[in-house]
């Protein structure tokens, strides 16, 4: 892989991270008896499962076939990996299912069990991306230009519904270096609607510490914005 060049996985993948240590610490920590606290902790991971179960289609629906146009059989290891994945999803689907259900004296067990299941699956998803953005970013950096690669990544975006779309804004502008960050918020300045943009920027504001949003704000200095 070749960090000079476009990287396709990296700013999602930092969301994915973010978003799985929540969920996992908040599952480690739950008391079961507090109602305050179950339902926010279910909720954390059932809004995690959904969102590994669309990342996972879309890397299916649009890198797996970019792989495989140019460089046949690159794409075979985490495509298995996504056959697991969704095994797992499903498995642990069933076990948030199951301790919602449970009367109060069966949830500490079944949220214990629910919590090392979450933990295997963070496991194996660290590894998965890794290989990802090591192996496969190599192979998709040999086989493509980034201009097509920028290309690809573009068509993914726009197949994302605005809701999907601002669930992951609001997990990946916190968790991205102050650069990435605003490279992200000027690549939506000048290339979606204004109100796409105002909407991104209100996200950045609710969940950025008062920092991150200054240097945010000094990044981007007066920019236009597609209308």
Known sequence: MNPTRFDMYAFIHKALRAQMADALVAMGRLDVGDSSEFEPALARVRTLLAACASHLRHENEFIHPALEERMPGAAIAAADDHVHHVAQLESLGSALCALQAAPLAERPARAHALYLKLAAFVADNLQHM????????????AAYTDEELITIHDRLVAAIPPQEMAATLRWMLPNLAAPERATLLGGIALSAPREVFDGALVLARQNLAPRDWLKLMMALGPMPVAA
């Open 130 to 141: 890794q290989l990802e953005e090591c192996d496969n970013n190599a192979a998709l950096q």
